[in-house]
Nanobody
């Protein structure tokens, strides 16, 4: 499956962004979808994940309550709604796809990922 992220940009702290991840090449609803991010000088970290039919989600503690992951299987697209953005949310955000929901917070579970989209939060 091929994944293409979009929707990143430069925003002020406290504002919102919605990232999109368009999938192609394979049946989208066969995959668990996840969002990860990588800030400069840091390792890639888990942000959020959603199961195949969209009724189970997982979030990292740092974004829970502010970010919402969702998916539209008819449009082969996953989303990450980011509200109340903070300076520390600045990173490249990656969309990733996995075959199982066994451990969706671990990047080892994911076999596909996009090139990422930059999110920069300024004060």
């Amino acid at each position: 499956v091929q994944l293409v992220e979009s929707g990143g940009g430069l925003v002020q702290a406290g504002s919102s962004l919605r990232l999109s991840c368009a999938a192609s090449g394979r049946t989208f609803n066969n995959y668990v979808m996840g969002w990860f991010r990588q800030a400069p000088g840091k390792e890639r970290e888990f942000v959020a994940a959603i199961n195949r039919i969209g009724d189970i989600t997982r979030y990292s503690g740092s974004v829970k309550g502010r970010f919402t992951i969702s998916r539209d299987n008819d449009k082969n697209t996953a989303y990450l709604q980011m509200n109340s953005l903070k300076l520390e949310d600045t990173a490249v955000y990656y969309c990733e796809a996995a075959n199982t929901f066994t451990d969706p917070t671990s990047e080892i579970a994911y076999g596909y990922w996009g090139r990422g989209t930059q999110v920069t939060v300024s004060s």
